[in-house]
């Protein structure tokens, strides 16, 4: 699969009545769904990273080619701009997936856990199983993507350390230990089925559910990660404006791309 299937995908279901053929996190109000859900796996899926482990990146090619993309689907008619303006919009997005009036969508394994689970999601699916399926985000190309992947994602989340300053350095690592050993993690999870980062506490507590496996093995060789930089949150909310800029129509991909990276410019004392 190709970012060009989805494009075509999303025509085909067009033509279904009172359907959103594609649900692409866009703008300030989906907060950092829109970049971590949006914006950082498309981009990677151009080959470039939003930061390069020496550099923010500024108004390059794969940016443009991802902000081509929003408005390839805002402008196309594929996705619901005002829906992006929303307080409450990326709600809406799931229920009305859940409904079945949208298409697809671009979401992490929360989506498939917490919001169409038939046992206690937000907005369940009763026949979640059989009715929704699953896929890998593709890069724009085959071969494409970071470190020439054809299928690419973005990962982000917490890490715990040990200040080795500490007067109780040997005890806070036994600790830690202990938090992150098999019978911790799995009492921690109580019997839901969660991705850990354990593949022994994966193998037993996914064994039930076929897409979060798939996700468990499948994606985090493939993965790249939120930088863990403090300029990190106002570079999210700047890539956000530039997508939510694009989606409604009041700039194109270009446009929005030089405003960001002026706005990193401020941020960030650069990007390349």
Not at 108 to 132: H, I, K, L, M
Request: charged share 20%; aromatic share 6%.
């Amino acid at each position: 699969m190709l970012a060009a299937d989805i494009l075509e995908a999303g025509e085909a279901l067009s033509a279904l009545d009172g359907v959103t053929p594609i649900q692409l996190n866009a703008g300030t109000a989906m907060g950092e769904a829109t970049t971590m859900q949006g914006l950082l796996p498309l981009l990677a899926g151009t080959g470039e990273e939003i930061h390069d482990g020496d550099s923010w990146a500024g108004d390059t090619p794969g940016l443009r080619d991802v902000l081509g993309l929003y408005e390839d689907v805002y402008g196309g008619g594929l996705g619901d701009p005002v829906l992006q303006q929303e307080a409450q919009g990326r709600d809406k997005s799931f229920e009305r997936f859940a409904e079945g009036t949208v298409g697809m969508l671009v979401e992490g394994d929360y989506f498939w856990r917490s919001v169409v689970n038939p046992e206690g999601g937000t907005a369940p699916r009763e026949n979640r199983d059989e009715a929704v399926g699953y896929a890998l985000i593709p890069a724009v190309q085959p071969g494409a993507g970071v470190r020439g992947q054809d299928f690419v994602s973005t990962s982000g989340g917490s890490v715990r350390a040990v200040n080795p300053a500490s007067d109780n350095a040997e005890l806070a690592h036994e600790l830690l230990q202990f938090m992150n050993s098999a019978e911790a993690i799995t009492a921690a999870v109580d019997g839901d089925a969660r991705i850990t980062a354990r593949t022994d506490v994966n193998d037993q507590v996914l064994t039930g559910d076929p897409m979060l496996s798939f996700i468990a093995d499948e994606v985090p060789p493939l993965t790249s990660y939120r930088p863990p930089l403090a300029e990190y949150p106002q570079v999210s909310v700047l890539l956000q404006e530039a997508t939510g800029a694009v989606a409604t129509g009041d700039r194109g991909p270009a446009e929005a791309a030089q405003e960001y990276a002026s706005g990193l410019e401020e941020v960030s004392g650069g990007g390349d």
